[in-house]
């Protein structure tokens, strides 16, 4: 069974562009989590989507943006980047009802110039 | 509101040594109790799952224990290894605030050889 896949892995951007990363999840997940980890902050969570609706949100400013698709996959956007936004993404998916055991991507580590 | 506190916040100890990770949380209506670990730039690996009516679950040199009237889960670690070093993570998925996931900031072990 094939795990998390995130792309990129690796994507480096200027302040003021936007960004598209992308997450697919385990086959049959549903549900599939966000989270930014940075050296100071630590794991901080983003959203959650299960069946394509947004179930949970973080304190993340409206610049950070998420959706899923009907096949689970889920995008996350951001824009207008900042330098604080340089870090570590990674994305988590959970089977049945999305409330068990999460599995996570490898990360997109996004830096902005 | 929930709160998931990791103490130490880092951890050093020679090889072979059996150790003992520990996480407590405030609140104890909690639906399970997730332990990860992770290495450095990469992502979370599931190491346990409890589920709230479990008190304990073992994989291999791994045993976790879970107790809610406490607040307090254990991470036991067995002989450990130089391969065991890595930051060490537990979240508590929260019955209330729609089954959030809620993290502790980690554990960061070394084994020393």
């Known amino acids: 069974k094939a795990g998390v896949t995130q792309t990129p892995r690796y994507l480096i951007k200027t302040r003021g562009q936007q960004v598209t990363l992308s997450c697919s999840p385990i086959?049959?997940?549903?549900?599939v989590s966000w989270y930014q980890q940075t050296p100071g902050q630590g794991l901080q969570f983003l959203f959650e989507y299960f069946s394509e609706t947004q179930r949970n949100k973080g304190n993340f400013p409206g610049r950070f943006s998420g959706r899923q698709f009907s096949n689970s996959r889920s995008e996350m956007n951001v824009s207008t980047l900042e330098l604080g936004d340089s870090a570590l993404y990674l994305c988590?998916?959970?089977?049945?009802?999305?409330?068990?055991?999460?599995?996570f991507g490898p990360g997109t580590r996004l830096t902005v110039t | 509101k929930q709160e998931v506190t990791q103490i130490p916040a880092a951890l050093s100890v020679p090889e072979g040594e059996n150790l003992v990770l520990n996480c407590s949380f405030t609140?104890?209506?909690?639906?399970?109790l997730q332990w990860f670990r992770q290495d450095p730039g990469k992502g979370l690996t599931s190491l346990l799952l409890?589920?709230?009516s479990q008190r304990e679950q073992t994989s291999g040199r791994l045993n976790a224990s879970l107790d809610k009237s406490s607040g307090r889960s254990t991470l036991y670690i067995a002989a450990s290894q130089p391969g065991d070093s890595a930051t060490y993570l537990c979240?508590?998925?929260?019955?209330?605030?729609?089954?959030?996931?809620?993290w502790g900031a980690g554990t960061k072990l070394i084994i020393k050889p």
């Open positions: 409890i589920q709230s």
């Open positions: 979240a508590v998925r929260n019955m209330d605030s729609n089954y959030q996931l809620i």
């Open positions: 086959s049959g997940h549903r549900s």
């Open positions: 609140d104890s209506a909690i639906y399970n």
């Open positions: 988590a998916s959970s089977g049945l009802d999305g409330l068990y055991e999460q599995y």
